[in-house]
């Protein structure tokens, strides 16, 4: 099946710190969504973005699907967007197929 | 902005018991789904659900687990005797179309704890 990796594992900023986190997929996909796990395990819905790039806010996402990646990029951080960033991707079936999250810790 | 819901948000069990979760989709959503994330793991797929049977499911939904959509809005999730290794969180999901693009939206999950 398909593949998804996220990069980096672990990132640890300075509050007004920018960041990039990045997801690279194994195959070609119909969906791709970027996700927020809160401290209290509830999973946001960031973006969703097969391709091209979007904003929302601070947030923005680019997905380049002939390349297979898609990067998730938070500028200004705050400490609420402390959390886990997951991305998922569908490949012709239902299901979503989930990185392993890159845990963001923003410190004040 | 519709969302979807899950109940309880807590589930204490003892080993060996069933236990049922409970999700309403979103109203005009027609695929359903639930997955699973043992604490500090990722998100996993357990099963998908159209038009009234099962679409899709992993290899972790076995026998002990089962999904039905009892009336026009709720979407359960029962486990029928419950292991240490069922404690996780639960989450729902649902999505309007299939095929076209669209997102699946999540419920705020239900987290299970088997004692």
């Known amino acids: 099946g398909i593949q998804v990796e996220q990069s980096p594992p672990d990132l640890i900023l300075q509050e007004g710190a920018n960041s990039t986190l990045r997801c690279n997929f194994s195959?070609?996909?119909?969906?791709l969504q970027w996700f927020h796990q809160n401290p209290w395990g509830q999973l946001i819905n960031l973006f969703y973005?097969?391709?091209g790039t979007k904003q929302n806010g601070r947030l923005s996402a680019t997905t380049v699907a002939t390349e297979r990646y898609s990067l998730l990029y938070i500028s200004s951080s705050q400490t609420t967007d402390s959390g886990v960033y997951f991305c998922?991707?569908?490949?012709?079936?239902?299901?979503?197929?989930f990185g392993q999250g890159t845990r963001l810790t923003i410190n004040p | 902005e519709p969302e979807v819901t899950q109940t309880p948000s807590h589930q204490v069990t003892q080993m060996g018991q069933e236990v049922i979760l409970r999700c309403v989709p979103i109203?005009?959503?027609?695929?359903f789904y639930w997955y699973r994330q043992i604490l500090g793991q990722k998100v996993e797929f357990l099963v998908s659900?159209?038009?009234?049977?099962?679409?899709?499911k992993s290899e972790i939904f076995d026998d002990q687990f089962s999904v039905e959509r009892p009336d026009g809005s709720n979407f359960t999730l029962k486990i029928r005797s419950t292991k240490l290794e069922d404690s996780a969180m639960y989450f729902c999901?649902?999505?309007?179309?299939?095929?076209?693009?669209?997102?699946?939206?999540f419920g705020d999950g239900t987290r299970l704890s088997i004692l």
């Open positions: 999901a649902s999505r309007f179309l299939r095929g076209a693009n669209q997102p699946q939206h």
């Open positions: 195959d070609s996909v119909n969906n």
């Open positions: 973005i097969p391709s």
């Open positions: 998922a991707v569908i490949q012709g079936a239902q299901k979503l197929v």
């Open positions: 109203s005009n959503h027609l695929y």
């Open positions: 659900f159209y038009n009234n049977e099962i679409s899709e």
